[in-house]
Every structure is written in structure tokens, then in C-alpha cells.
């Protein structure tokens, strides 16, 4: 049996205990923040970044609370804090993390940063707080499902699609690590397949060229997909599937575009083109986050924004927009949102009464222009 | 109705405004009945739930200044209030009071007479009386008190649509009789507008309004007083502009999607082509579109509509039940103000801008220095100015309490209009207009000027404050969001950093000032300095979730007001001042003087 990803930069076998010293380990405002309340020392400060990313700017004086307490708590420990780049993961991912190095987050969409060789872990704020203290952070390596990906995606549909359609053929990945492996895909494809492919469990994710294979996702299959309501953040692994066609009938309010899977260049990009000579359908509120400073200033220069804002969309500051209980984008109630964000609880975006469903770039804008 | 009756007196002091009534984050919960509890919530939290119908509140000078939002009279009345004692009012409110049933009374001496919780008499025309002191009151106009008599606005406008409306105006006054001197420049908008050859301060006019504007704060409410007034059509829908730029992007989830939904709806309803969803901010989206023009009337549902004046159209702010009672009949009542002439000498220096001429003026006059008065700005320097400055100047007006702010009509308000100047040069101040006083300031004595907590009038000079912390700043609103005021900002920022424990936050007016600043770089210098961009709105400036404060944390804005609570809590220290000085500040984290930038 040939040596798996997370075997090799982990440098355990499956089933082994690997004890890790983590090349970044990244706090945000998103939830991880709360470390700060279990921290008392810092045993590699230099590897801590902290970040304010979520919900930004502040849309409530908590928020603004939240940015003085870990901005302090920064300070305190010597960490290097930064905000105003967007999204923390996709900062990470795209500016600072090198193949082989190990990312400790406090968000299982740690996955991403498997695309390009590396290995990211996210894990609960008490745990990350050990971590911090000791430079340390032990696991049993996980198994790997090795996944071969095949085909060419169909019209109206992306990669957001393909890895619903994974996942709701996979409801239970607990304890496994994912393996893609192959297929024609761009670098911003393998970051939306290892990113979303820890939302139903997954320890973490990988893209490879090649490997052992235990399953087939085939892109010529895939449909438009939604990953449905639930009813709170603890059940958000076990949220159902569906396709979008599910929704048929239904008026839809509001669409966002944005965060790691949404908001990426390559992603507002396509978004961009399929706009192209249509008209935003009065009453349905288009919102466009740029995942990172770096996107929305391609996106400003590349004339996309100027684009989405003569369709007549909102354009957002850069940054993670997927949980808005206040801000730009917010839900109200009985309205139902298309958003490429991943949390689809209720009240993530808005009234606990409003309908949040995941879909790709290409469900959104169709159905900003009434194709849906 | 009773001309003599009792209540309980509520007591407060001076300067109780919009956001003390009732928190700009209330402002946009759909129903009065569910907003009433909040009245007052951060001055005296009690109010909402102890008020009794018939109390009487006795207060100091400017009763509900700041802005133009109706509920801040609502609430009051939706709470039983009845009747209102005080020095003196702000001008918006005083029509939404009396246009929501309260009775308004100015009287100076009972506020040293009584307590809250004593019973004061009221004999409407004649005097209050309370522990045993009884001081004499004037008349209260006829129309006013028909429209209390008749239960308010609606009622009074469901009356006049049954007797039947008529549009038997008087035409407008040529060209010639517009040219008749001795008259200030708002006797002149005003006289030509309403059709009569002479008017002086005080005559009450009947205009027809060249345009409405009406934004999403108010449309809930707007669409329910239209249809309790019975409206099945508007007088000219093409005279109407909806903008939405308070609550969109839709940010409160409970409340701002009802504030869209009827926003389309009353377009739809009434066939109002002028739709403008979350393409920025109204007031600059007015002149921009060219909607608001020199020389004529405009109105709309917000307070700061004076900007327009830096064009010399006259534009005052009313409240929602007066607007869908205009909207139907096309008429709106003025009474016309006296007038302030404010003459600006010498020029702006380097680092100073129109912003601190306006904040200046402010700290001098106070916030009710021109109380129903209407600022005329005239002199080397006004003219000087661009008309984006001008607007900037207009728009503050407002917060002296001012109807109006007016500029005259030059040759750049013909450029930016694309109309000959001879069609809006009677726009001038004439020597011979009689003024209730004249202003005078040089501009090459002014140093940058910020407005500092907790009110638009607590205005010092920079060097009294310089070197101050500050958590955020905020650049952006219709005050100073304009492409020149990004370019300001921009040339300031460019290839330098923000502190990383400073959150700046770039707002540009319009989509036009975003997509310029997308053209012309601003935007990509604004990112690279660490600032954020939140898409064209009102934003912070009214209180939105764009930037919101903690506890004792400190704002810069370049906006237009620093009430307390308006940018966070009620402990959040807001300073307001113009775009050179918020850049500079962003740039070091404390209160710079753009003048001593290399």
C-alpha cells in the first residue's frame, strides 16, 4: 500500500500517534478567538497570527469588542495581528503557506490548504489553545479515502456543485482524511474540493496527482446542488443535500457570493462573465464578497466590480461574511438566501426564520437574473 | 378639541435630539407600536413603560433637533403624549409634531418652575400653569391646530382628498419677476416657486415642489400612511425619486427587508420609474442625477436634504406622513425664514477643506443658531469652492438647525447643471436683501476643525486636539463621501500603512464616486493602506452596522453627526472632521494635522 499525504507530512502511518510542531497556527474572530480565555503562555509566538476577518467591518459593538480583546491579546503574547486582507484561511493559502507545511486553525475548512500540498487541522479553541502553549498538537493519523476525479463539470454547474454532490454521497467522513486525486483542475478547483471536503467530518483534505483510489467522483455527473437548513451550528456537519431543484418554485431574496469558495478571483471571474448582458431581477439582492484585499483588487483592476456594480450588486468589504447576524447581507424573515458560504443554520444570516442554502457561483447568478 | 386640559410633566433639557427620542437603531423597526417602548431608551429608560396618555413633556430650546425622522414625533404620540413645552423646536420636528396630533407650545420660564411629575394646565393660545406660576403663551397658527383638531395629518389629508383636490396653482414667476431685487436667495426660490411678486419672513407660501425624494428608512411607514389615507394615485410620480442607501445593503435582519420590500412596492403601486436600490447615498445621488436643480424646490424624507442648497435649490427635510400628504396633493406649506448671510473671505489653505468652514461656522452659531433660519453662503471663498464643497457646506447646514443652506448660482453650478447661466443667475444675494444678521469669516486664518463628543457644536481648533487615539475612522456619508473627498483621502494614504490596531473604514457616496474610485486607483490605494470598502450607503454615519464601536473606543468620521450611541454604544466617543484630517489620522492613529504631513 502506497504512503498517503497526511502519512508523509505527518511522517506517521494511519493508525499511528503523530506529535506535531505546527508551521502557523492562525486565530481568528470567527470563533476561535475564543482561545484568548484559555492561553496563559506561548511557547512559538512567532508561528501565531491573529486576525480579524469575520463580518467586516463590525456590525455590532460586540464585534468592535471582540477586535480590542484579541488585538490585546496579540499584543500580550507577541503574536503578529493583522486585518483589512480578507479571509484568513485564503490569506494563508494563497501569500504565506509553503507545500509541506502544517496549518493549526480553529475551522475544519482547514482543508484548503491540502490543494497545494500542505495540511491544515481545524480544531476546537481549548485544544488550539494547548497548542499554542506548547508548540505541540498530537493526533492518530487518520485513514485516507482516496477519491478519483474524472470528467468535465456540466454547464451551469461548479465545483461548489461537485463537492456537494461528494459529500452527499459521503454524509460520514468522521475520522478519514480526503485524498482528490487527478482530474483537470485549476488550483482554485482543488482549493474548493479540500476545503469544503471536511463538512461532513473529515479530519482534513488533499489534492494529488496521484494515488490509491477508493471511490470516483465524476464531474460529468454532477448537478446543481444545495446543502439545506439546519438548525443549529452543532448539527451544520449533518445538514442534508439536496438538488436545486428542490427549491423549485420558491422565490429566492438574495444570493452572496464570497468567502473561500465564492469570493475568489477565478470565482467572481465567472460570475462576472455569466452577468453579461443580463439584468439583476428586481427583488432579489445580489451581495459580492472579495474573499481577500488581494481578490478585490484583481477584481477592481480585471473592471469585474465595476461589472457587478452597474448588474446593481452590493459589493462587500473583503473578508468572511458567511455568519452575519448584523451586516451587510443580513436575512429577514421567511426569506430565503443562495449563499456560497458554507454555514446554512438557522439564523447564520439573519432571522433564525430565514431559509440559507449553499450553492455554487453558477446556481447564484442564474437565479440573480430569474433562471432559477 | 380641549383648549385647557392637564397632564404629568416628563421634564428633560436643551438640546434633546431625534436619536435621544428614539436610538437611530430603532429607526427602522417597522411598526411604531413595537418602536414606542424604545423612546428615550437611553436617556430615561423608565419612559417607555411608565408613560401615561396625557403626560406633558417640558424641555429646554432645540426639542428634537438633528434628523428629520417622523417616529421621533410618532413614538411620542404612539405613547399618549399630548402636548410638548419647550423653549424652542427643531423645524422638522415641530411639523411631524403637530402633524402626528401633539400640541407644541413655546414658552421660556415654566422649566424653572417644575419638576418632572408635577401636573402642569394648559390653556391652548393663553399660558401653563404649574406650582402655582402660570406663564402666558402665543398663538398657535390655525392650519396647525386644524390638523391637531382633525387627529393628525392623515386624517386632515383623507378630509381635503374628499372635498375634492385642485390644482388651481398659481403659475411661477417669470424670468423677469424673479430678477426683482431686495430679496434673500430663499424669499427668491421660494416667491418664484409659489407664484406671489413679495413675501417676507414669516408669510406661510404654498409651494409645488419640482421634486420628492423619498429613502428606505421611511417606506414602511410611508406605504401605511398612504394607504391609510386612501391614496389610489400620487399627483406626478415622475416628480418622485425612491433611493434606498439607509437599509441596503439589508443589514438589521428583522427590519430592513421590510424597509425594501415596500420601497418597491409603493414604485410599483404609484408607477415611480426613479428607483434607485442601493446606488448609494440620496443626497448625493440627487444632484448627481441632476433631480435637484438650482432654482427649484425639493423635498424629501430626510433632514440633511439641505445639500442641495450648494446648488441654490431650496430643500428642506420633512417627515413621512407630510410627504405621502404632499405626494398626493403635490402642495407642501413653508413659512419663509429669515436669513443669515454668511460671507467667506480669503481662501482655503493647504490641508484645510470646506468641512472645517462648516464645522467652524457650527461651533460659533451652536446647534440652534439657525433655527428655521436659512444660511446664505456668499463671498471670494464660496465661490471658490467646487460644487462638491458646496454641497459638503449645504449639507451641515442642517445642523445648525437651518431650513435651508443656500449657495449662489454661479458659473460652475451652470457647468455641473449643463444649463446657461443666464437661466439661474438671478440665484444671487442682493445687496439690498435684509438679512437678521451677516457672517463674516476669513478663510486664511482657518486651521482644520473637528467636532467633537457628544454633539455637532462641541467644535476646537486641531491643535486643541491633535495627538488623540483613535480605534477607527470612517470615510465616507453625504457629507464627505464625494470623489473629491476619496481623492483627498486617497493622496494622503497612498503607499503608506495604516497602524494595524486602527480599523479604517472607506465608504464612497455613490456607485459613480465607487466606480470612479475604481478607475482612478483610489480604491487599490485605499486596500493597500489597509482600509476596508463597504459598498455606497449611509452606513455608519446613520448608525448602520458598518464600523460599529464599543464601550469608551473612539471614531473618526467625516459625517455629519456624533450624537450619542449614533456610532456604537452610548459610551463610544464620535468626532467628526474632513477627509485630509480623517486620512491623516488613519495614518498614525491619533487626531494629525494634514498640514504637517511631508
Redesign the interface.
Known sequence: MSERMIERLLGAAAGDTAIISPDHVLVTNGSSHAVRGYVSKAAAPEKVLVMYDHNIPSGSPEDAKIFGEILRFAKQYGFTFKQAKGIGLKYLADEIVKPGQIVITGTRHAGIFGASGAVGFGISSTELSRVIENDRYELIVPKTIGVKVTGTLPENTGMIDAALSFLAAHPDLKCKAVEFIGGDLSDHDKQVLCSMACETGAVTAFWTEEGETETVLDLAEVVPMLRMPCSDILHQTRAPFAPASYVEGRTIQAGQIGGVNGGAIEDLRIAADMIEGKKLKLRFRLTVCPATSTDYILAAREGILTKFIEYGAQISAAGDHSIVKQGAGAMGHGELLFTTGMFTFAGCMGCDDATVATASVETIIRASYGEI | MEKEFKGKIWKFGDDIDTDTIIPGKRGTIPTIEEMKKYAFELLKPEFGSTVQPGDILVAGSNFGCGSSREQAATVLSGNGVRCIIAKSFARIFFRNAFNSGIILITCDGIQDACEGGDIVTVRVGESVSVNGKTFPIGQIPENLLAIVEHGGLIEDTKMRMAQGLSHDWNPELDDAARRKNGYTLVEKILKKNAGVDHVVPGDIVITHPDMFMIHDIYTPYLKDTLEKMGAKKIDDPDKVTIIFDHC???????????H??AG?DIAEKFGIEKLH???GICHTIMHEKRYAKPGEIATATDSHTTTYGGAGCFCSGIGTAEMAAALITGELWFKVPDAIKIVLNGHLQNGLMSKDVILKILGDIKADGGQYKSLEFTGPAAHEMSMNERFTVANMALEAGAKCGLFEADEKTAEYYEMPLSEIDWIRIDNDAKYEKVLVYNLDELEPQLSCPQGVDNVHPISEIIGTKM??VYIGSCTNGSIEDMKAAADILRGKHVP??L???VVPAT?YV??ES??LGY??DF??A??????PCCG?CCGM???????D?RILLTANRNFIGRQ??KK?LSYLSSPKVAAATALTGYVTDPRTLG
Not at chain 2, 441596503?248 to 427590519?255: E, F, L, R, Y
Open positions: 441596503m445593503p439589508t443589514a438589521v435582519a428583522h427590519n430592513d427587508y421590510v425594501y420590500d418597491i436600490i442601493g446606488e480605534d477607527e494595524e490596531d480599523r479604517v473604514v456607485n465607487f466606480e475604481i478607475r480604491i487599490e486596500i493597500k489597509g482600509c476596508v470598502i463597504s459598498h455608519l452596522p458598518y464600523g460599529l464601536m464599543y464601550d473606543e456604537g454604544t463610544t
